[in-house]
């Protein structure tokens, strides 16, 4: 018996042994390892009769730990040449650093697959905060939603029957939703936000728009939308008829329409403040000065309290002086009224239950109202009328350029522009409170021959707290104030 190093660990063990007690490596691979430095120590002919090692078999996988060395050590120690250096031989390190990169190759094609399983998750089912459309509800206690179990599909649930099953109104994916009657429109953000229509039962589904559309609400019959493709320009479509093709602009961001409704910019029942603007629009002397007559310097005017209307016609250049923010919906305004109307909306909300209020028509540009305009003029041209009649027969329904109280982006209009806002809980806050944030209600009941518009409950006008509170106190309207408050601001 005979004593050798191991030729992993390098301890001293008994070559009678199979595997080092102390490593596990198999003694006859350490006695090739000792052979072997000793024939490289020596200069020794590795084929020449004298050498030990050619009597050593071959160790392979199926006789690892089971060879045995054919020569004899005469009771020498021997020590390996990279025991003695390193205490240890690393035999076999090629392997584990193999296995090592293979584990390493496995955990990164793992969160490979991980990170692309959240983006498509992301992109495909809607995953994210305001991604899908909020649920709406009917009166007959129906719930229309994006369901998230079925990558957040269009379906509705009863809410009436406890034991209910959501049902699937649509394969799509709602990123708006509107509910009108048995009807349901909807953008489908898997569909590049086309806009779809769905029964309420899910019977029936047609496919009304196809462009980029956002920011829809319905009025007067039109379902209103804005063209991400078009440069946000708003469109508007006929509900009750899906087989128009193609869309024609909006000519009013109020939508008036055969059914008389109007925005405070239109107003077919007040054709008067056209004759009042001819009959200021002399030399002054023709008429006395009022509220509903004059004429201001609007560069003398704060910026809150410019005033648009048929008297007083904004340029287009006044497009350039108005920096916009966007309001909760999405919609624009001045820069400088966002925290106000966001804040006014927010004491709303705290203090009514189930509060339903939505900001919906806002800023329009000059430049934009001088489009439609001139698209309506020419409707009356081609009718058959003069230049001045279809002028006159378009302002019925459409705003002169610049004379909108929108294109001052201080204005907003709540739910869709609807005459029965009126009548809401919500409408009676706004009348209670809206000064105490700096707004006014922009046309109100009884002031038509001032404002030269009809009573329109939805449209506020921001005008800074100081004016709204004296506006608010006194039962006034913008004119007037600027008529008895700021009368060295009149030509």
Known sequence: MSTISCGDCGRPISDTERTCPYCGFPVSMSINIMLSNKSQQSGTNTRGSHNPSRHVRTITNKNRGRAKSSSVSHGKTYYSK???????????????????????????????LVIAGIIF??????????????????????????????????????????????????????????????WLYFTSTDDNNAIYRVSTDGSEETKMVDASARNLFIESGWLVYEDKDQDYEQFKIPIGDVSVSSTKPAENEDHADSDGADDGNTDQNAPDSDSKAEDSGNDGSSAETTPGTMKVNNSKLPWNLVLANSNNILSESYDDKVTLGFMESGKKVDKRITSKLAEMLTAMRDEMSRCDITPTSSYRSVKVQKTYFERAVQKQLDAGLSQEEAEEKASENVARPGASDHN????????????????????????????IYGFIERYPENKKDVTGYTWEPYHFRYVGEEAAAVIHDEGICLEEYIFEHKSNCIK
């Not at 205490?87 to 990164?108: P, Q």
């Not at 001052?408 to 000064?435: C, I, R």
Request: charged residues 30%; proline residues 2%; hydrophobic residues 30%.
């Open 82 to 112: 990279q025991a003695s250096k390193r205490g240890r031989v690393r035999y076999g390190s090629k392997r584990s650093n193999s296995k090592k990169y293979l584990v390493y190759a496995a955990a990164l094609l793992i969160l490979l």
């Open 121 to 182: 998750g992301i992109k495909h089912c809607g995953a994210g905060k305001g991604s899908v459309a909020s649920p709406v509800s009917d009166s007959s206690g129906y719930t229309y939603y994006a369901y998230s179990k079925d990558s957040n599909r269009l379906y509705r649930l009863d809410e009436n029957d406890e034991e209910a099953v959501p049902e699937k109104l649509s394969e799509h994916i709602p990123g708006e939703l509107l509910l009108d009657g048995d």
């Open 408 to 435: 001052t982006g201080l204005a907003v209009e709540f739910n869709d522009g609807a005459k029965s806002f009126g009548e809401s809980k919500e409408y009676k806050w706004l009348k209670k409170n809206a000064h």
